[in-house]
């Protein structure tokens, strides 16, 4: 056979051959190591070199046109499968897609970034302590003697004996702060956290809430820059419009110890329901570092000072985003949080 019969034959062939399977058989038969390719050059042995020359020659290009008519021909058969596949996977863009339902953040933790945004633009650290906290933590170093009334089993849950308790506040972190910070560093942190008291649940109570700690130990710190601080997160948190004030109050902690109070948002200081007619709205306790705190933390209360105050979270979210009932942060019912789904703004 010559060139021109071996590729008739083959194009022959090829015309009834439709898919890759068949197109490899028929490879083989032609450039296999028993195919008609490899016959031909069997024949080489009995040749003189001048035919050798010649043959070689045309197997060459006998090799190379059954290549290249089988290469098309593959060329062709992965088009059409393609196309059959692209047809059959066809997409109808105009379907209503599957609508995966995603969870929210829950509110507290949308209010707790809130608080921390501010603070951190103000140069405070966030900083985190245990929730399984040592009575000396907890109470002692924070000027809570033993036998006070706020130690009691009633109220804190304490685990085994009474060295060891679920902290039934934050502010065991400004004791934790000030002694890592060795006594000669200005502190600004503060500390959002759970916390644990012995109440029974209802509307405005719960066994496990959320507080914001902070704390800022430095020299000449008074109690016009606890003023000021609270001030800008009051304003941030609840409008340019807000006014603040300090009442006196009590702490063990603190001296002088203050409630902080902004005016109502809601009815801007007249007197309505949120305000029990007040026109004012306590959202956080404070104070100046009490000395014995300072002192029993390593900081010498004739050189520093500070302040320090205590949110509570669920306070903070209840008020500005009107919920009256503690226990919806805790319920994690999507329809409470979506609304206030911050990724979505
Ligand atoms: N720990 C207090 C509480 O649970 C709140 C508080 C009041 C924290 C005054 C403070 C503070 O840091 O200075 O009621």
């Known amino acids: 056979m010559n060139n021109e ?16 399977n068949a197109l490899n058989e028929l490879r083989a038969q032609y450039l296999g190591k028993k195919g008609i390719v490899t016959e031909l050059s069997k024949q080489m042995g009995s040749l003189s070199p001048e035919e050798k020359k010649e043959l070689g020659k045309k197997l060459n290009e006998i090799k190379t046109n059954v290549t290249e008519a089988i290469d098309n021909k593959k060329k062709e058969i992965d088009e059409r499968e393609l196309n059959a596949k692209l047809e059959s996977e066809n997409i109808d863009i105009t379907l209503p897609g599957t609508n995966i339902p ?6 507290l933790e949308n209010i707790i970034e809130e608080v921390e945004e501010v603070f951190m633009s103000m140069g405070y650290d966030v900083v985190d302590g245990p929730e399984v906290e040592e009575d000396k ?3 002692e170093l924070l000027n809570i003697p033993k036998g006070h009334p706020a130690r009691d089993a009633q ?18 972190v400004q004791a934790r702060t000030m002694l890592k910070a060795g006594g000669n560093t200005p502190i600004r942190m503060i500390c959002p956290g759970k916390t644990y008291r012995r109440d029974a ?6 066994h496990q ?6 704390l800022l130990v430095d020299k000449n710190i008074s109690l016009s820059d606890l003023k000021g601080t609270f001030d800008v997160i009051a304003k941030k948190l609840f409008g340019d419009d807000i006014k603040t004030r300090f009442r006196p109050s009590y702490y063990q902690f ?9 005016s109502c948002f809601v009815c801007k200081g007249e007197g309505c329901s949120l305000c029990k007619n007040t026109g004012w709205i306590t959202v956080s306790g404070a104070g100046m570092v009490h000395p014995n705190v300072l002192r029993n933390c390593g900081y010498d209360p004739n050189i520093w000072s500070g302040f320090a105050f205590g949110f509570g979270a669920e306070r903070l979210a209840m008020l500005k985003y ?7 942060f805790y319920q994690t019912d999507l329809r409470e949080s979506k609304p206030f789904d911050r990724r979505e703004v």
Request: aromatic share 8%; glycine share 4%; charged share 25%.
């Open 102 to 107: 995603m969870g929210a953040p829950n509110i």
């Open 209 to 214: 809430f959320m507080q914001i700690e902070g």
């Open 155 to 172: 109220d804190t849950f304490y685990i085994e004996d009474e060295s060891i308790l679920l902290r039934s506040q934050t502010s065991p």
């Open 5 to 20: 019969e071996i590729i008739q034959s083959l194009n022959e062939k090829l015309t009834s051959i439709n898919d890759n």
């Open 201 to 206: 649940d209802d509307a405005t109570h719960s």
């Open 254 to 262: 603190t001296e002088p110890s203050v409630e902080t109070d902004i």
């Open 322 to 328: 009107g919920i009256n009932d503690i226990r919806t």
């Open 137 to 139: 933590y907890n109470f």
